[in-house]
């Protein structure tokens, strides 16, 4: 008999650190990073309480690309985000986390953000961001398909993973009909309309 397959999905919150070496050309914005930090917490806190076998859970990352075992662990190791310091607990845990994103989409995001935080004038940052908006919503639809068809192709019969993944994707609605898809209100609650507030400022920031 088939044995359902289950992913549980959790909301990202990025922060300035996840940008990378972006981050230090957007603002700070002090009041979103404490909310976000106290979003991170409470998340941590509540995977920790899973009643899961930690052994046998695959995790799935918003951003990590899908490169060798060795890179990913690479990335993993050297992240220094809240998000990062969950992933290292869970594998410390002995969960098995998987390159996800497909490093050429990732890439093509990479670029155009770095165009709009480079610009050294308010019409080359305009441009950048019309130039952005017109390929955005493709990468991100493109990614979805990508890491829905990863997961698939990943997640053994049975088995049971963590998918954590940016409020704007939108997988589960490529996942549900194969995989039991939970977004447990729950479990650590949705980002409060507060915080999808400022993160929606922060972005018209970059």
Request: net charge negative; aromatic share 6%.
């Amino acid at each position: 008999m088939q044995q359902n397959r289950r992913l549980i999905i959790i909301p990202v919150v990025h922060t300035r650190a996840d940008s990378g070496s972006l981050g230090s050309k957007i603002p700070v914005n002090q009041e979103y990073e404490t909310m976000a930090a106290q979003y991170w917490q409470a998340v941590s806190e509540e995977v920790r309480r899973l009643p899961v076998d930690f052994s046998e859970l695959r995790i799935y990352q918003d951003g990590l690309a899908d490169v060798s075992e060795e890179m990913v662990a690479k990335i993993v190791n050297e992240t220094q985000t809240a998000n990062y310091d969950l992933l290292r607990w869970l594998r410390g845990k002995g969960a098995h986390i998987v390159g996800t994103e497909n490093i050429n989409l990732l890439l093509q995001e990479y670029r155009a953000l770095q165009a709009i935080v480079s610009a050294e004038s308010d019409k080359q940052r305009q441009t950048a961001r019309l130039e952005y908006m017109k390929v955005s919503a493709f990468l991100l639809d493109e990614r979805d398909k990508y890491i829905a068809q990863r997961i698939k192709a990943d997640l053994p019969e049975g088995g049971m993973g963590i998918l954590f993944i940016g409020l704007a994707h939108e997988v589960n609605r490529l996942l549900e009909q194969e995989i039991e898809v939970a977004e447990p209100e729950t479990l650590m609650g949705r980002p409060s309309e507060a915080l999808r507030n400022k993160l929606f400022e922060n972005q018209r920031l970059v």
